[in-house]
């Protein structure tokens, strides 16, 4: 579905089929929704190419980072490590140590926003790194939620669903309303549910939290 269908869909499911009483809320419910599926779910994810420079060893992550699934150096997978167990390996001077890298330090916070190789390569080899990336803003009518990825078409439901909730999280807490949000709670919970068993990234990750998994969620 386009973000224009989407917008038609959770609508009819918020109970506002002429988009009117929630009118100026639903792209930021479309986003927010498609931004919660991403991070439930890990469903998503983009596979970013690299060559490293002799003598260089953090380079950027991508803008739409959110968390790193695999990276390798010329074929070989890196295993990730914090600075502190780096620094116990490595000694005090581990920033300093030139060689083939077999480690990673993710540095994902916004004053760095790098990935760091351990130890510092010393020729030109390919980097990859499968990441799970935040969805791009919907703006326009005909873009496609997920980074209009074809293999996310099944789940665009579980979208809509999951907006039309939120647009209802607004509303006063009425027998009506609450059934009706758990209705749509059920179809985004088979949305993610689905989405969790056909990729199998998230099986031990432990994210999927049922009960008021969102009972403290502030949304305007």
Partial sequence: MT???????????????????YSTQYDDALNR????FALETRALWEDEPYTTS??????????????????TYDGAEMVPISRHEIQRIYGSDWASQEGTPTHVIV???????????VPIPQEAKSVVMRYY????ELTSDSQVPLNASSLMAQFHMGIAAFAGWLLLMGEESTASVVKKQDGLMAVWNDATDKAINLFKNTASAG??????????VEWS
Avoid at 33 to 36: G, V
Wanted: a neutral charge; aromatic letters at 10%.
């Fill in 3 to 21: 973000k224009a269908q989407l917008r038609a869909q959770t609508a009819k499911f918020a109970g506002d089929p002429d988009q009117t009483r």
């Fill in 33 to 36: 929704a498609q931004e919660q």
């Fill in 54 to 71: 002799s003598g260089t060893a953090a380079y950027n992550l991508p803008a739409d980072f959110m968390w790193e699934d695999w990276i």
């Fill in 107 to 117: 540095d994902p916070e916004e004053g760095r926003k790098t990935f760091t190789l």
């Fill in 133 to 136: 990336p935040l969805p791009a």
């Fill in 207 to 216: 994210l999927k939290v049922r009960g008021n998994r969102f009972s403290g």
